[in-house]
């Protein structure tokens, strides 16, 4: 009975450290609008949001992907561990309407670890100026 204790014992502090370890190499999502912006004949912004995190696994992945224009959520994307991110590292694009300048902000966040921040770009219409 003792040598049972003694094996369940090292085992949970091996699967524990193995835990420990794999979280320390694991990071928040982040996400970087890429620039320059494609825009179209039509007035149309092509928005490309690329986000990084290591570690996209089944228990640990990055859970959604959200842009917003001038505030207002204009695409969402929502993972699980069933339909995580095909990768570390993908990218989501978004069309928007840019008649006008627009202040266009994308967060991605990690189920565990959180957020890095936003990141923020102003996005100008050809030929226009602030």
């Given at each position: 009975?003792?040598?049972?204790?003694?094996?369940?014992?090292?085992?949970?502090l091996?699967?524990?450290?193995?835990?420990?370890?794999?979280s320390?190499?694991?990071?928040?999502?982040?996400?970087?609008?890429?620039?320059?912006?494609?825009f179209?004949?039509?007035?149309?912004?092509?928005l490309?949001?690329?986000?990084?995190?290591?570690?996209?696994?089944?228990?640990?992945h990055?859970?959604?992907?959200?842009?917003?224009?001038?505030?207002?959520e204009?695409?969402?994307?929502?993972f699980?561990?069933?339909?995580?991110?095909?990768?570390?590292?993908?990218?989501?694009?978004?069309?928007?309407?840019?008649?006008?300048?627009?202040?266009i902000?994308?967060?991605?966040?990690?189920?565990?670890?959180?957020?890095?921040?936003?990141?923020?770009?102003?996005?100008?219409?050809?030929?226009?100026?602030?």
């Amino acid at each position: 009975m003792r040598m049972h204790i003694k094996t369940s014992m090292v085992c949970l502090l091996a699967g524990a450290c193995m835990l420990m370890a794999g979280s320390a190499e694991a990071n928040k999502s982040s996400v970087v609008i890429e620039q320059p912006v494609k825009f179209t004949e039509n007035g149309k912004a092509v928005l490309k949001c690329t986000v990084s995190h290591r570690g996209n696994n089944f228990l640990h992945h990055t859970e959604w992907l959200r842009v917003s224009a001038d505030g207002a959520e204009i695409a969402r994307w929502d993972f699980s561990w069933t339909g995580k991110p095909e990768s570390e590292v993908f990218t989501r694009e978004i069309t928007v309407d840019a008649q006008k300048p627009l202040v266009i902000q994308a967060e991605a966040s990690c189920n565990i670890h959180g957020s890095k921040g936003p990141a923020t770009l102003t996005l100008m219409p050809p030929g226009k100026t602030k």
